[in-house]
Nanobody, 123 residues
Framework: QVQLVESGGGLVQAGGSLRLSCAAS????????MGWFRQAPGKEREFVAA????????YYADSVKGRFTVSRDNAKNMVYLQMNSLKPEDTAVYYC????????????????WGQGTQVTVSS
C-alpha cells in the first residue's frame, strides 16, 4: 500500500497562485502514475492532472491546461501541483492519488487517495 498526504491548500484571491504538495510513502517503487483530483461542494470529483512516475509524461484536464503544472520529485517521493491564474471555480478539496496500472488517464485506475486539502479562491 501507499500512504499519501497533501498540503499547501489555503485561501487565495482570483488571479493568485498556490502550490500543492503530496508526500507518498510505503509501496512507492511500483507506482505507475500520480494524479490530482478535486471535488467542489455538491459536485462530482473530477480529474485535474496526472504525471507518470517514470518518465514524467503529463496529462491535464482542459479546464486547467495552461494554468496548472504537475511535477514530481522521485527521490523525495513528492508530487506537486503548481496552480496559477486561479479562478473562483477552482475552489474545491484537492486530492492526490496513486495508480499502479497503465490506464493512468482514467480516474478508475487510482486506488490510493490522500485526505485532501482545501483550496478556496475568492473573487
Amino acid at each position: 500500500q501507499v500512504q499519501l498526504v497533501e498540503s499547501g491548500g489555503g485561501l487565495v484571491q482570483a488571479g493568485g497562485s498556490l502550490r500543492l504538495s503530496c508526500a507518498a510513502s510505503g509501496r512507492t517503487f511500483s507506482i505507475y502514475a500520480m494524479g490530482w483530483f478535486r471535488q467542489a461542494p455538491g459536485k462530482e470529483r473530477e480529474f485535474v492532472a496526472a504525471i507518470r512516475w517514470s518518465g514524467g509524461s503529463t496529462y491535464y484536464a482542459d479546464s486547467v491546461k495552461g494554468r496548472f503544472t504537475v511535477s514530481r520529485d522521485n527521490a523525495k517521493n513528492m508530487v506537486y501541483l503548481q496552480m496559477n491564474s486561479l479562478k473562483p471555480e477552482d475552489t474545491a478539496v484537492y486530492y492526490c492519488a496513486a495508480a499502479y496500472g497503465s490506464n493512468w488517464k482514467s480516474s478508475r485506475e487510482y486506488a490510493y487517495w490522500g485526505q485532501g486539502t482545501q483550496v478556496t479562491v475568492s473573487s
